[in-house]
């Protein structure tokens, strides 16, 4: 902001109080909402998820954040505090309808939320009431319960405990810390990500790919001849790295654990290509690599394959991953490919309600030996290259155009998320959004600005994602501060303490000729907020 103020010289007016509240805002709003009409037009033809993500702040609030994906990327509709209906299923079945109809049923393919009871109950009248759309339980939020699950086995437990007591102690202690960046060249030691425990354990990693610095920074003469060599918290954290060789085997043992899971969880909670093709196949794959790791000694990891199949199976073993499984060309045509009675079921499951009609199912049915034999279209040169370099969906539009109707289908199913999170984990805004001091706070006109202020995140991530490629990372948040457990800082919220700047009777109602009188307040505030809305030019 101050480059841009620079370069423009002495003699810059800035924009008004009224003109940020009122037409620099509304300017945005119409620009977003342009924006975003190419992912409505993809809707119909991709289909999209619904997406609630939800959580409770530190207030006890609980607060729901709606967003809809598709291949496009994802776009935020609203946050809502929904502290009176989230524990009524009712209640979240009315809201979660009203928001279908909002978007229209015939777009909406599934419904994702969390996996509480409240709302799989709400996610069950949904699908009474709406017979072709699907409600399924939120992929990331079941992974992290397992991972919440095999933190408290006490292998788990006992060494990130231990790790907490290295990371806090370095970062509470400024002198510590700076020491140790010279050893490490800067590398840093808590990996922060998008759930608590996904965190603990990317963590862990980073200590274990550190532990050379830590052990030579601690041997060093600058911490022996330093005052807090001395102390008995400092001596306990040296006592860990240089002589502790039981808690870097735990260390080993815990990564080859979860590590697995961890690269799951970045699948489903990433937005690079739609999840579900490769979910089902995934948590297999999963549980294979953490048994490889022990050389298929079953004593030790037993207990954690039993977290995995009671999660896993409870919650996430849906026909929709199953048929997503069965449609993936990468997977269907593999040598090994011998689906199960299971996903047979719940592909014949899924073209039933998709599809309610029985003739159009019966070619769909017929249009599928097509596929399975690999005739016509499905067995050409192309076709046959392309499986496993082509996102499924597309690699359908590319070569399902025989098939119209089989073609269609699959193209929806395999254009779905799995999980229900969107990209921002800063609650901070949406705290502020919700709050009850309204004495001048105008609602319509903040949830405008967050509408702006989200949608702008959510492009600012997809372009990320272009520009990074592999090395884009959905679940590592490098652009925010860590849990408290780990690193003790706070995170600055994203609007003003103050928010009686956006004092108005109607959102955008005013005369924008006549701006009521104003307070006196400095101009940096306008700058900085027109600025981020990237209204003022």
């Known amino acids: 902001m101050l480059k841009v103020v620079g370069e423009y010289g002495r003699g810059l007016k800035p924009p008004t109080y009224h003109e940020v509240r009122v037409s620099f805002l509304k300017k945005a709003v119409d620009n977003i909402q342009k924006s975003l009409e ?3 037009s993809d809707w119909e033809k991709w289909g999209c998820t619904l997406m609630c993500d939800g959580w409770t702040d530190g207030k006890g609030r609980s607060l729901t954040n709606f967003l809809v994906n598709s291949p496009s990327g994802t776009v935020f509709l609203k946050s809502i505090d929904t502290s009176d209906v989230i524990k009524d299923g009712k209640k979240m079945f009315e809201l979660l309808d009203n928001i279908v109809e909002e978007i229209g049923e015939e777009h909406v393919v599934q419904v994702v939320t969390d996996g509480a009871s409240n709302l799989v109950a709400a996610g069950q009248m949904l699908m009474e009431k709406r017979t072709k759309l699907f409600w399924s339980p939120c992929a990331a939020h079941c992974l992290d319960l397992i991972l919440e699950d095999i933190g408290e086995l006490p292998v788990f437990y006992n060494t990130i405990a231990n790790a907490k007591k290295i990371t806090t102690y370095i970062y509470r202690h400024t002198w510590v810390l700076n020491l140790y960046r010279q050893y490490s060249n800067g590398g840093e030691l808590a990996r922060p990500a998008v759930t608590r425990f996904a965190t603990s ?3 862990l990693n980073c200590i274990k790919q550190q532990k050379n610095a830590l052990r030579s920074m601690f041997a060093s003469e600058e911490w022996a001849t330093s005052p807090h060599a001395s102390k008995s918290e400092a001596k306990q954290v040296m006592n860990l790295v240089l002589s502790d060789d039981r808690f870097w085997r735990s260390i080993t043992y815990c990564l080859k654990c979860v590590i697995p899971l961890v690269k799951v969880l970045r699948l489903v909670d990433g937005d690079s290509k739609p999840a579900s093709p490769y979910i ?11 048994a490889q790791n022990f050389q298929m000694q079953e004593s030790r990891y037993k207990k954690v394959w039993k977290i995995i199949d009671t999660r896993w199976n409870l919650q996430l073993h849906r026909p929709l991953h199953a048929a997503a499984y069965y449609l993936n060309p990468r997977y269907h045509y593999d040598k090994n490919f011998n689906p199960d009675s299971e996903v047979l079921i719940g592909l014949y499951e899924t073209f039933q309600r998709m599809v309610p009609d029985i003739r ?7 249009q599928l030996e097509k596929f ?5 279209i499905f067995g050409m040169d192309m076709a046959i290259a392309t499986r496993d370099k082509k ?4 690699w359908w539009e590319s070569y399902g155009g025989r098939g119209k109707e089989l073609q269609k289908v699959a193209m929806r199913i ?5 999980s229900a999170t969107g990209c921002e984990r800063n609650w901070s805004t949406f705290d502020q959004v919700h709050t009850k001091r309204r004495n001048r706070l105008e609602q319509q006109r903040l949830n405008a600005l967050v509408y702006v202020k989200y949608n702008l995140q959510l492009e600012m991530r997809q372009n990320s994602r272009e520009e990074n490629g592999d090395t884009y990372d959905p679940i590592c948040l490098s652009d925010i501060e860590s849990d408290d457990e780990w690193i ?5 919220p994203c609007l003003p303490i103050d928010a009686s700047w956006m004092d108005v009777h109607e959102c955008f109602g005013v005369d924008e000729g006549a701006p009521k009188k104003k307070r006196k307040r400095g101009n940096y505030l306008y700058l900085k907020v027109s600025l981020e809305l990237g209204s003022w030019n």
């Open 38 to 40: 190419k992912y409505r």
């Open 201 to 203: 354990y990317l963590t």
């Open 280 to 290: 089902y196949e995934a948590m297999d794959r999963a549980k294979e690599k953490i």
């Open 360 to 366: 159009t199912r019966v070619i769909i049915d017929q």
């Open 372 to 376: 399975k034999g690999a005739k016509e």
């Open 391 to 394: 996102q499924p969906a597309l």
């Open 414 to 418: 395999l254009s779905l998320t799995c």
């Open 488 to 492: 003790t800082e706070k995170e600055n």
